[in-house]
């Protein structure tokens, strides 16, 4: 069988630590940059998947994450930044730039495209 091809851009954001000493994540994979609309998704959707006491106990966190993507220009693997919590110390919600580039402003992908395209 053929070997399968890594796509060229991947993004992992994780909540560890805690009491529960929790590890969950979510990540995107894909071949065209990701934009910040795609990173804010993900943050949400691990967001989803966390307890009450868990998004309690990474709330300043999850929202220093979310400014992060936010305010991010385009950042470039690798790159791994960890909002702590710094009374638990431990309490973490971790960003991860792999491979690739990603919060881009979907804009400027669209502006790059019909720059190269015409």
Not at 17 to 31: C, F, H, P
Not at 51 to 66: I, M
Request: one cysteine or more; hydrophobic letters at 35%; a positive charge.
């Amino acid at each position: 069988m053929g070997s399968k091809k890594k796509k060229s851009h991947r993004v992992r954001i994780q909540a560890q630590g805690g009491k529960e000493q929790i590890e969950k994540s979510v990540s995107l994979n894909k071949d065209e940059p990701i934009t910040k609309e795609e990173g804010l998704s993900l943050l949400e959707e691990l967001k989803g998947m966390l307890s009450k006491n868990e998004k309690e106990q990474r709330e300043k966190q999850l929202e220093a994450a979310k400014r992060f993507i936010e305010n991010a220009e385009g950042v470039d693997a690798p790159l791994k930044i960890p909002f702590r919590n710094r009374k638990t110390k431990d309490t973490r919600i971790d960003i991860e730039v792999n491979a690739g580039t990603a919060f881009v402003c979907m804009m400027l992908i669209v502006l790059v495209y019909f720059l190269l395209a015409g």
